[in-house]
C-alpha cells in the first residue's frame, strides 16, 4: 500500500474507526499542513462506496459554516481516499474532559451552533441521520468556537432538490440507522428519516450533555439488533414526559410535585399523544411539527412538517433559550423558598428547645 495520497498527503497515525471508513491523521509532504485522511477498501466501480458518496456530499456542502473543507478525494490502487481539513476535539472528548458534564449555559450556547449546522444541511435538502457527540468537532487556531459536523457516511438526500417532493414513505423494521442511543424513535421504527429525525437526536444529545446519560445509555443485549429493540423500548416506555420526570430530569425536579415545563415542542406528535394528553391536564401549551395526514388540532400550535421556512429551527432554538432563562430563575425560587422553610423549621426548634428549659 502506498503510505502517500493525491502525491503529497502522507498517512500518519489512526485517529478512529467508523462505520463508513477509518481515519487518519496526515500531513502534506511539502507545506507541513495537517489533514485527516478517510480510507475505505475499495472494491469494484460498479459497488457502492460510502466514502465516494460522503464525499460527494462534502463538496456540496463545503465553504456553509461549520463545513470542513474537502480537499482531495478519490481512488487510489485499492483504497478509496477523502482529505479533509484537521479539526479539533469532539463534543465526546470534551464533554468527558468535563466529567460527563456541560452548564446550562455551555448547552445553549452549544444548541445555538448546533441547530444552525441543521439547518443549513436541511436547506441543502439532505438528513445527516447520525447525530451524536462524536459526529461534531471543534475548529482550530481563531475558529476554535465554532462547531463542525462531520461524518456523512449515512447522510441522504429526503427530498427532490428541482420539485421540492419529499422521497416516498417508506418503513423497514429491521435495519437502525445511526447510533442507537440517539436515534429517533421514527428510526427505531424503521421510518424513513426526516429533518425531524435529526432534530430529534439533536434533542437527545442536549439532555445527554446536561444530565450526563440517558435513561437508556446502558442498555446492553447479546446483539446489536436486540440492543436497538430493547432501547426501543425504553423509548416508547418514557414517552410519559410529565410523570416521568424523575427519570428525565433528575429528583431537584421530580421532587417538586408541580414542577412542569411551561412549553412542550413535539417534533413527532403522533407517538407522543400520552405526553400531549398530560400536557392539556396540566394545562401546558403544546407545539408540534405535523405531517399533512395528521389532524393539527392535536397540539394548540402546530407547525407544517413540509414547512420550507426556518420557523421550526428558530422557534426550537428560542424556546431553548427562553426555557433556560426560566429554569435558572426557577430553580433560585425553589432553593430560596427551601431556605426559607429551613429556617423557618429551625426557628420553630429552637422556641421549642427554650420553652421546655
Not at 490502487?77 to 474532559?97: Q, T
Request: positive net charge.
Amino acid at each position: 500500500m502506498d503510505f502517500t495520497f493525491g502525491g503529497k498527503y502522507r498517512l500518519e497515525e489512526k485517529l478512529a474507526i467508523g462505520g463508513c471508513g477509518t481515519v487518519f491523521y496526515g500531513v502534506h509532504t511539502v507545506a507541513g499542513k495537517e489533514v485527516a485522511i478517510k480510507v475505505e477498501p475499495a472494491i469494484t466501480k460498479d459497488v457502492y462506496s460510502p466514502l465516494r458518496q460522503e464525499s460527494k456530499i462534502y463538496r456540496s456542502l463545503m465553504g456553509g459554516p461549520g463545513v470542513p473543507w474537502i480537499i482531495w478525494s478519490g481512488r487510489q490502487g485499492d483504497y478509496n481516499v477523502m482529505v479533509i481539513d484537521l479539526l479539533g476535539p469532539s463534543l465526546e472528548d470534551l464533554f468527558k474532559m468535563c466529567n460527563r458534564h456541560f452548564s446550562l449555559k455551555t448547552v445553549l450556547l452549544l444548541a445555538d451552533q448546533l441547530i444552525s449546522r441543521l439547518e443549513f444541511i436541511h436547506t441543502h435538502d439532505l438528513v445527516h441521520r447520525d447525530i451524536k457527540p462524536a459526529n461534531f468537532v471543534m475548529g482550530t487556531s481563531r475558529a476554535a468556537h465554532l462547531v463542525n459536523v462531520i461524518d456523512f457516511g449515512l447522510a441522504k438526500k429526503y427530498r427532490d432538490a428541482r420539485t421540492g417532493v419529499h422521497i416516498p414513505y417508506h418503513q423497514d423494521t429491521r435495519h437502525g440507522v445511526g447510533t442507537s442511543l440517539f436515534a429517533s424513535l421514527n428510526t427505531h421504527l424503521g421510518i424513513e428519516c426526516s429533518p425531524r429525525d435529526d432534530l430529534e437526536s439533536l434533542s437527545y444529545m442536549l439532555i445527554y450533555f446536561l444530565r450526563g446519560t440517558l435513561p437508556w445509555r446502558k442498555l446492553k443485549a447479546p446483539t446489536v439488533a436486540a440492543t436497538w429493540e430493547i432501547i426501543r423500548d425504553a423509548k416508547l416506555a418514557a414517552q410519559g414526559t410529565l410523570t416521568n420526570k424523575l427519570q428525565f430530569f433528575g429528583p431537584d425536579v421530580a421532587e417538586e410535585e408541580r414542577v412542569v415545563p411551561d412549553l412542550m415542542v413535539f417534533l413527532n406528535p403522533i407517538p407522543n399523544m400520552h405526553a400531549i394528553r398530560e400536557c392539556a391536564i396540566e394545562h401546558v401549551p403544546t407545539i408540534g411539527v405535523v405531517d399533512s395526514n395528521v389532524d393539527p388540532r392535536i397540539v394548540m400550535y402546530p407547525i407544517p412538517a413540509n414547512d420550507e421556512s426556518t420557523r421550526t429551527a428558530e422557534l426550537i432554538a428560542g424556546v431553548l433559550s427562553i426555557a433556560g432563562r426560566e429554569g435558572i430563575a426557577l430553580k433560585a425560587e425553589v432553593a430560596a423558598a427551601r431556605e426559607r422553610r429551613m429556617r423557618t423549621q429551625d426557628r420553630a426548634r429552637r422556641r421549642a428547645a427554650y420553652s421546655k428549659s
